[in-house]
């Protein structure tokens, strides 16, 4: 069932963007964790909309209500439901689309498989709203892989072709403490300046995120099936408008020779085995190998955009145009980056709390 994920975290997500409400129930996590809901708020808040000129005019406070699996302060380690409700919807901005399907959404597929008995109103269940529960599920797995020293972060990698640097120079402000979650404030200007340079031609542009998961132990995963890329990829394409996923230098692996793309592995302090380089991202055989776990995610352009595109009328059965009214981010990257962070937190930690090899 394509709303459900996990062997060991189990996630439901449901909703539609313009129904009562949309959430999530995670099963599985450990009972009697502390969870600092100041923290999982401050994450999620990073999910909403932006107060860019370009972002979108949506405002949503996006507060989960927990509705069970949480008593005084702790998980119960039973199902934890929780619910947001939509208060700021505005259909009437999506009257058209029943007759004329957005180039690029899920108009048309979603209407033939759901054989027109779904709510399409701001996309329904494909709206990019359904990853605000998806946040926060993830926003608790990050605090229980915190307690075993599990950092995961991210940032945006590349926007409309201009990239972020690697690294963040030492003492730097961390990306997700920023409201534009660059290592290279300078680079997040140009960005910055090329939404809004498409916002204003009533375009949109795309761009990739990179996350990383520092401290996650060597030896979990499974080879084939269940290996970590199998997982993270599974999960990560199911954030939408997610086009592609890599691992480590990813594509650029296959131009190199194999003697410039091992990661010889090297003694550490502590007797450890580790890598002189890595390329893998942290990844061998589709276990953990100890190294930082790298995955970069690319975002397409938003497809809703105020430009006039080609389309079809479904109720004359002809072609037609389409200008896409609405409120919509010129570019879900930036918005898409505590997403991502917490896609990865579900997936390692449904991998931890699996069976370890070796
Ligand atoms: C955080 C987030 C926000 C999004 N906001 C929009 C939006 O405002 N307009 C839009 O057309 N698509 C938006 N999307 C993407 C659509 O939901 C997605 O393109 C659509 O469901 C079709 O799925 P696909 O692109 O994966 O094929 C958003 C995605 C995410 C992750």
């Known amino acids: 069932m394509s709303s459900m994920w996990g062997d060991n975290i189990k996630i439901s997500l449901f909703g539609e963007s313009h129904g009562q409400g949309i959430g999530v129930v995670v099963d599985g996590l450990p009972p009697g964790f502390e969870l600092d809901m100041k923290k999982i708020a401050a994450h999620t808040k990073r999910r909403a909309p932006g107060d860019f000129a370009w972002s979108t005019r949506r405002k949503e406070a996006d507060e989960p209500e927990i509705l069970s699996g949480f008593f005084n302060g702790k998980t119960c380690g039973t199902p934890l439901a929780a619910v947001i409700r939509n208060t700021d919807t505005r259909s009437i901005d999506y009257a058209d689309l029943t007759a004329k399907p957005r180039p690029g959404h899920a108009d048309i597929t979603g209407r033939i498989r759901y054989k027109g008995a779904n709510d399409p109103r701001g996309g329904g269940h494909f709206s990019g709203r359904i ?114 996923v890599e691992f480590g230098i990813g594509f650029e692996a296959s131009r190199h020779r194999g003697s410039e793309n091992n990661d010889s592995p090297v003694m550490a302090e502590g007797n450890v085995v580790s890598r002189k380089t890595n390329n893998a991202g942290g990844i061998e055989g589709g ?72």
Request: aromatic share 6%; with cysteine; hydrophobic share 40%.
């Open 131 to 244: 990853t605000a529960p998806l946040t926060f599920a993830g926003a608790i797995c990050m605090q229980i892989l915190e307690s075993s020293g599990i950092e995961i972060s991210a940032h945006i990698c590349e926007i409309a072709g201009i990239t972020d640097s690697g690294a963040p120079t030492p003492g730097a402000t961390p990306p997700s403490k920023k409201t534009f979650p660059v290592y290279d404030d300078e680079r997040g200007v140009l960005m910055q300046k090329a939404i809004e340079e498409a916002f204003f031609k009533t375009d949109s542009v795309g761009g990739v995120v990179e996350a990383f998961a520092h401290g996650f132990p060597a030896g979990y995963g499974d080879p084939f099936f269940g290996s970590i890329e199998s997982r993270v990829a599974s999960m990560f394409f199911s954030i939408p408008a997610v086009k592609g």
């Open 287 to 358: 276990i953990s190998n100890g190294m930082p776990i790298v995955v970069r995610c690319a975002f397409k352009p938003t497809s809703s955009i105020a430009a006039e595109q080609d389309t079809v009328n479904l109720n004359t059965m002809t072609n037609d145009k389409l200008s896409v009214r609405g409120r919509h981010d010129p570019c879900i990257v930036p918005r898409a980056v505590p997403v991502v962070e917490s896609a990865l937190a579900i997936v390692l930690l449904d991998v931890l709390m699996g069976p370890r090899l070796g």
